[in-house]
């Protein structure tokens, strides 16, 4: 059998292994791939959501989480979701931007500037609009929301506090072109590269350093390989559920709305949880070893540079200087031109 008729029986194979017939209807145990590990805030929001899923459609379809990226990098996850391989993914927004551009707006560094401004934006009129977008780009449609807080940078060299410090050292950064380029604009060229493969690279020393939120840090164990901690604030890690557009289109009207619902209060929960959680997670990574330095002078240096050159470059990918005014506007800024 040639191998393109190989693939096609195994799917057949995998599809009818996971469906099972129920009192005449079908029932379903999805998958979700989630990129980070247990006791992450995307598998806060995961557990939530599968909970109530599964209690929303009175127990006849389940879902099932793979965590630590088992499933693939998280970009190989948007690809998997879109041709209907995958149902479920739990990933960071900058790893679905290359696959839809306007939801760069939410990943231009410095413009969502609290959880407050992060929930105001996914959960008002922007967001529905990124959600269709996606759909329309990506094939998968975003169902929650998980909010992680600021990307602090850690690194294993030594302190940062200005821009001076941060030259000569080397920090891993996602296949994202606006965070590349934030970089660039501090003045170092940074190192893309799969999250999945990114402990593995602090720890041999591939890297000096990354930027994730303190939750994300802490999950993920990197006090382990990282000493030092940044507390910038230029992006606010904002981390969305995607359901394969193929595979909610197959849904019944039923399960569609539980999907939508339990999205929506799994999204409630998850700002429930940074609130409680986050303080007490950075005090965790003090008693751990790591030294969290805030950066001179308000950041401003860091705000300038990467405000000044990085913005005007992405206008036209988020679509348009328009699209960054009615955010702006809408988080009560002003304009930029
Ligand atoms: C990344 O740095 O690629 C993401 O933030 C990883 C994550 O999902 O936490």
Redesign the pocket.
């Known amino acids: 059998m040639k191998l393109a008729g190989k693939l096609a029986a195994a799917a057949c194979l995998a599809t009818a292994l996971s469906l099972t017939v129920v009192g005449g209807a079908t029932a379903k145990n999805f998958k979700m791939a989630v990129?980070?590990a247990h006791g992450?805030a995307?598998h806060e929001l995961g557990t939530k959501f599968v909970e109530l899923f599964e209690a929303k459609t009175g127990g006849k379809h389940t879902a099932k989480m793979f965590l630590n990226g088992q499933l693939g990098s998280?970009q190989d996850t948007v690809n998997d979701a879109a041709i209907g391989t995958l149902d479920f993914s739990l990933?960071?927004i900058?790893?679905i931007t290359p696959f839809s551009p306007s939801v760069g707006v939410f990943t231009l560094p410095y413009v969502i500037l609290s959880l407050e401004d992060a929930e105001k934006l996914t959960q008002g009129d922007i967001g529905k609009e990124l959600v269709a977008n996606t759909i329309r780009d990506a094939g998968v449609r975003i169902v929650g929301w998980t909010y992680?807080g600021f990307?602090v940078l850690t690194n294993s060299k030594k302190p940062i506090k200005t821009l001076e410090d941060l030259q000569g050292v080397i920090v891993r950064?996602?296949k994202n072109e606006i965070m590349i380029a934030s970089y660039k604009a501090w003045g170092i060229n940074p190192t893309p590269m799969?999250?999945s493969e990114?402990f593995t690279a602090l720890q041999q020393k591939v890297v000096d350093g990354?930027?994730?939120p303190y939750l994300?840090v802490h999950s993920m164990k990197f006090y382990e390989v990282q000493k030092y901690v940044t507390a910038l604030r230029y992006i606010f890690?904002i981390?969305p559920l995607i359901v394969s557009e193929s595979v909610f289109q197959d849904m019944d009207e039923a399960t569609q709305k539980a999907v939508i619902d339990a999205g929506l209060e799994a999204t409630l929960h998850s700002a429930a949880h940074l609130r409680k959680s986050e303080a007490a997670i950075k005090e965790d990574l003090l008693a751990k070893g790591m030294q969290i330095d805030e950066p001179a002078d308000g950041e401003k240096a860091w705000i300038e540079a990467a405000t000044k050159a990085v913005w005007p470059e992405f206008f036209d990918s988020i679509g348009g200087v328009e699209k960054l005014n009615t955010v702006l506007k809408s988080l009560g800024r002003d304009p930029v031109q």
């Open positions: 990129g980070d992450s995307q998280e990933l960071a900058n790893n992680t990307r950064v996602p799969a999250w990114t990354q930027d994730n994300t890690s981390e």
